[in-house]
């Protein structure tokens, strides 16, 4: 057995524990490789299925954990904390939102095989009063499902998998190196990408102090709010006059903004990049007089500007 082999066999319960906790939580460090890993090494008798289930599961299930009491703590502000730190900015955190609206708890279980909506999920679970016993029960199953299923895989193409393993065994401390590069070049390009569409895109924001002299001046202007169901049912406000239109119904809505005047668009992310981006697909349909408000909604009740309560159109 080379050295690379016996480090897992020795550590593996550890390894698999800290490495599903540290995907969970929220760093991009992927977790599918050791469970292929360690379901190779249960094939081969080295590891015991449970101790491969138990170590991964709990790894995940304590971050899901963290996560969950922090969405009840903190409520949304902690999908404010996610968009700020996100690599990809707050669109995990909308598509979790319409997942969580579609799927109900179902959505829980099959967060955990997807990084970003993994880490989501539980705080807007606390967010919209699931209780702890019920959540802990479909989270639960889903942090056992996800090891099961990979292991599973790995189990499966287990002679593939571990004559990888002995050629990287071969190579020694030089693929450790190569691997750690590979990930910060991917963190690097991701977070370059976050800080480009970023700066681009504050240039054309408006500030709340600007619309909201634009709107007491009664200055003809749309204002689009383009928050997703969830988020009204959770906060069923908006800026007065404001038209809800789904980011989903835009290429079947989009007439009805109009070409002539201002539109301001709002969601719920610091980052206003949902709105930002909506800003660039509106351009493209012809509608050009269209800017984001930076800093969305949260930004406008910062400054204690008025909100009505959301009435749904029929």
């Keep these: 057995m080379n050295e690379t082999l016996a480090f897992l066999v020795r550590h593996g319960a550890l390894i698999l524990f800290v490495i599903v906790f540290i995907e969970q939580i929220g760093f991009p460090l992927p977790a599918i490789p050791f469970l292929l890993a360690a379901g190779a090494l249960v094939a081969t008798g080295e590891m015991h299925w449970a101790v491969m289930l138990g170590s991964a599961a709990l790894g995940g299930l304590l971050a899901d954990l963290i996560w969950y009491e922090l969405g009840r703590i903190y409520g949304t502000r902690v999908l404010g904390l996610l968009c700020r730190i996100s690599l990809e900015p707050d669109s995990c955190v909308r598509s979790t939102q319409d997942t969580f609206s579609r799927y109900g708890m179902s959505a829980i ?83 370059f990408q976050r800080q480009r569409l970023l700066r ?29 169901a969830a988020d009204l049912r959770n906060d069923p406000f908006i ?28 969601c719920s992310c610091p980052n206003e990049v949902t709105s930002a981006r909506t800003a660039l697909l509106l351009r493209k349909r012809g509608i050009t007089r269209v800017r984001p408000l930076g800093g969305g909604i949260n930004a406008w009740r910062k400054h204690n500007y008025s909100v009505v309560p959301y009435v749904p159109t029929v």
């Design 109 to 191: 279980v099959g967060a955990s095989f997807v990084p970003g909506l993994s880490t989501v999920m539980p705080p807007l679970a606390a967010i919209f009063h699931v209780p702890i016993r019920r959540f802990l029960f479909f989270d639960g199953l889903g942090s056992l499902l996800y090891p099961a299923v990979i292991g599973g895989l790995g189990f499966i193409f287990s002679h593939q998998l571990l004559g990888i393993l002995h050629a990287l065994g071969q190579i020694g401390h030089s693929a450790i190196v190569v691997l750690v590069a590979l990930l910060g070049a991917y963190i690097g390009y991701k977070y």
């Design 200 to 228: 681009k895109l504050r240039v054309a924001r408006i500030s709340v102090d600007e619309l909201h002299r634009k709107l007491e001046a009664g200055e003809d202007l749309l204002v689009v709010d383009l928050r997703s």
């Design 239 to 266: 800026i007065k006059g404001a038209l809800h239109v789904h980011l989903h119904e835009l290429e079947r809505r989009h007439m009805e903004i109009p070409r002539d005047r201002d539109i301001v668009l709002y």
